[in-house]
């Protein structure tokens, strides 16, 4: 018998009935067998390599991609039997409109008959109570396509058990991007172009009371403080900072008059030590609220003022007490004021995934012996997330490929590789 005749044979075999009860009686055992240790809950797959199976095969590449969704519907079954709650397909990247025309058409007009035949016979989603999600920029798809794609949302939107992410067409630099911009809405708000005061700060006031964050004479106001902060004088020795007001009104040597309240504050730092010598200083004369040039310049070189607020001490009498300024209440948030632009984090720009509110993938594998994530979930694949890069081609992917990943992942993570 030739070589041409074994592949038929061992298809034809593996067909028959005795074969196929004897396949599915092993693979439940293997699946039951997966179920006693952890399970991933987020698996993300790069479905690559059907073109390549396609020539390998001597097949319309068209050939190749409806062989690969064979192929997702047989691993897709294994997930939702095994417990994983999400899947996350590449289906259709944004840069595949760069492929000739006759094939992305043929990639279109594929994708709009397995969704189709998925609101149709949609069996296995229902069986699992599987929830299909779209993710990707709409607009960029064919009315015909986006009418199967809502008829197939639709279908399952009442399911609430396992979901399928599909991404068509996606990237992830458009997710992040999007993202970016729907945070920076949020945050900014939308309205007018009223101005008011928050906290000293200048904020965007629109019509319904919301205030935005962001503005351009916000910006020029921290930037105007920023440089007058750099261009004050420097503290001197004292640790207190030389102020204009304090050179104006200070004691000069002709015996200038100070204000009663100011004397009787001189009069009482005059008593505390010296941060030179911890020796107190002599007492400063005082005549009629006056004080001399050599204890203001005594003063000033050599006396710490002691700021302790419960030091009743050092205080000095009510009648010669500056006006103490009563305390300013706190500002109380808006109702409808936006968050503050600087706190933003990570996790208001993994709300804005379209993703969410899916976990981070646990495991991700890709086909074809590519070693790259071709612009696929770069936001949300972390420390853990296991990256498995198989050398075999998408429509070859099975359940004995991928059973040994499943059990490498089960050890990883006993092991504590997938503790974050």
């Not at 921290?222 to 640790?239: I, K, V, Y």
């Not at 002691?306 to 109702?335: F, G, K, V, Y």
């Not at 984090?345 to 995934?353: D, E, G, P, Y």
């Not at 429509?395 to 590789?417: A, D, K, T, Y």
């Amino acid at each position: 018998m030739t070589s041409l005749h074994l592949p038929r044979l061992h298809k034809w075999l593996l067909s028959s009935p005795p074969a196929e009860w004897a396949i599915s009686q092993l693979r439940q055992l293997l699946i039951n067998a997966l179920k006693q240790g952890p399970i991933p809950q987020h698996i993300a797959f790069v479905m690559d390599g059907n073109r390549r199976f396609a020539r390998k095969n001597r097949i319309e590449a068209i050939e190749g991609h409806n062989q690969g969704f064979e192929t997702l519907a047989r691993v897709l079954e294994v997930c939702y039997q095994t417990g994983v709650h999400t899947v996350t397909i590449y289906a259709f990247s944004t840069e595949n409109f760069k492929r000739p025309k006759y094939e992305v058409d043929a990639l279109m007009e594929m994708a709009r008959t397995k969704l189709a035949q998925l609101s149709q016979h949609g069996e296995l989603l229902q069986r699992y109570g599987a929830r299909i999600r779209i993710l990707g920029q709409r607009e960029l798809v064919t009315p015909e396509v986006l009418k199967a794609v809502d008829d197939a949302v639709g279908m399952t939107e009442g399911n609430g058990g396992a979901v399928l992410n599909v991404c068509f067409p996606y990237t992830s630099r458009d997710e992040i991007t999007a993202a970016v911009r729907g945070t920076v809405e949020e945050f900014a708000g939308a309205g007018g172009e009223g101005e008011v005061i928050v906290d000293g700060e200048a904020t965007r006031e629109d019509g319904g009371g919301r205030r935005r964050g962001f503005s351009e004479r916000t910006i020029e106001r921290r930037l105007s403080t920023l440089r007058e902060e750099s261009t004050s004088p420097a503290p001197d020795a004292t640790g207190r900072r030389q102020r204009k007001e304090s050179t104006q009104d200070s004691a000069s040597t002709n015996g200038d008059t100070l204000h009663p309240s100011s004397a009787a504050i001189a009069g009482n730092i005059s008593q505390q030590p010296s941060t030179i010598d911890d020796q107190p200083p002599p007492q400063a004369p005082t005549t009629n609220g006056h004080l001399s040039a050599s204890t203001s310049s005594s003063f000033s070189s050599t006396t710490t003022l002691n700021h302790d607020p419960l030091n009743t001490s050092n205080r000095s009498s009510p009648a010669s007490s500056p006006p103490q300024s009563a305390p300013m209440e706190p500002h109380r948030q808006h109702p409808h004021d936006p968050p503050n632009p600087e706190s933003i984090t990570a996790a208001h720009l993994s709300r804005r995934m379209y993703t969410h509110p899916a976990p981070a993938p646990d495991l991700l594998i890709r086909t074809s012996g590519v070693e790259r994530l071709s612009d696929f979930m770069l936001w949300q694949c972390h420390e853990s997330t296991c990256i498995r890069f198989l050398k075999c081609l998408w429509p070859e992917f099975g359940l004995l490929q991928f059973l040994p990943v499943l059990v490498e992942w089960q050890w990883w993570v006993r092991n504590g590789g997938g503790v974050g």
